[in-house]
C-alpha cells in the first residue's frame, strides 16, 4: 500500500496502531517518549513494537527539555529522528546525530510573521515543521498554505475525509500528521476516524 501524501501517525502506544499504520504506507511512526504523558512509551515496549514493524520513521517526542537531555544512548538506537516542541531544544538537539521535527502550536502565535520569523530561523536544521492547533488562532488555512512554498510543513489539525484533499490537492503542504489511540483490549483496536482518513489518500501504486 502507498499514500498519495506523507503521514506521520503520532502518540502510538501499541503494536496494533504501528502494524496497521505500517500496513498502510504511513511513513513516521511517532512515540511519545516523556513519562508525564498519556501516550508514553517505555523503551523495552519501543523496541519490541519496532521489531514487528518495517519502513516507517520510527520519531520519538519529546515535550520538553528535561526528557531530552536525560535521553540515554541505547534509547537513540531505536528511534530514527526526534520531535521537538520547543524551538530553544534544536541547539540542544544538536548535540544528538539524528534529524529533528518542530512542532509548532499555531494558537500559541500572535501573528503569522511571528510564526514564519522561528521558521525562518529552524529552517535548514529540522527534515519539517509539524504545525498544530491547541485552540483558536488568528493564523488562517490560507496563511499556511502560503506559508508551505517556502517551508516543509506537515499538518496536524483540521484533517477528517471530507477536509483532507482540501490541506494536499494542487497544495505545496508537505503531509499531514494523525495520532494513534488506546487499545479496546490488548490487539483490538477502533479505526474507523484514522481508517477513514487514510483510506481517502490511498493509491494502488
Not at 77 to 88: G, L, Q, S, V
Request: net charge negative.
Amino acid at each position: 500500500m502507498s499514500l498519495i501524501t506523507e503521514v506521520k501517525v503520532g502518540s502510538i502506544s501499541n503494536l496494533s496502531d504501528a502494524r496497521y499504520c505500517a500496513g498502510m504506507g504511513v511513513q513516521y511512526l511517532g512515540f511519545s517518549m516523556d513519562r508525564n504523558t498519556e501516550h508514553y512509551v517505555d523503551q523495552k515496549t519501543l523496541k519490541t513494537i519496532k521489531e514487528w514493524i518495517v519502513g516507517p520513521t520510527i520519531v520519538g517526542e519529546f515535550s520538553d527539555l528535561d526528557p531530552l537531555v536525560n535521553v540515554n544512548s541505547t534509547l537513540l538506537e531505536d528511534i530514527d529522528c526526534i520531535e521537538i516542541a520547543e524551538p530553544a531544544l534544536i541547539d540542544t538537539c544538536s548535540k544528538v546525530n539524528l534529524p529533528l521535527i518542530l512542532k509548532l502550536d499555531i494558537a500559541s502565535f500572535k501573528s503569522v510573521q511571528e510564526l514564519e520569523g522561528i521558521m525562518s530561523q529552524a529552517i535548514g536544521r529540522v527534515l519539517f515543521f509539524l504545525l498544530d492547533r491547541s485552540s483558536e488562532s488568528v493564523i488562517k488555512k490560507m496563511d499556511i498554505l502560503r506559508l508551505a512554498a517556502n517551508y516543509k510543513i506537515m499538518i496536524g489539525f483540521g484533517i477528517d475525509k471530507h477536509s483532507i484533499h482540501t490541506w494536499i490537492d494542487g497544495t505545496d503542504i508537505y503531509g499531514i500528521s494523525l495520532k494513534g489511540g488506546t487499545e479496546i483490549k490488548p490487539g483490538f483496536k477502533d479505526y474507523d476516524e484514522l481508517a477513514d482518513i487514510l483510506e481517502e489518500i490511498e493509491t494502488e501504486g
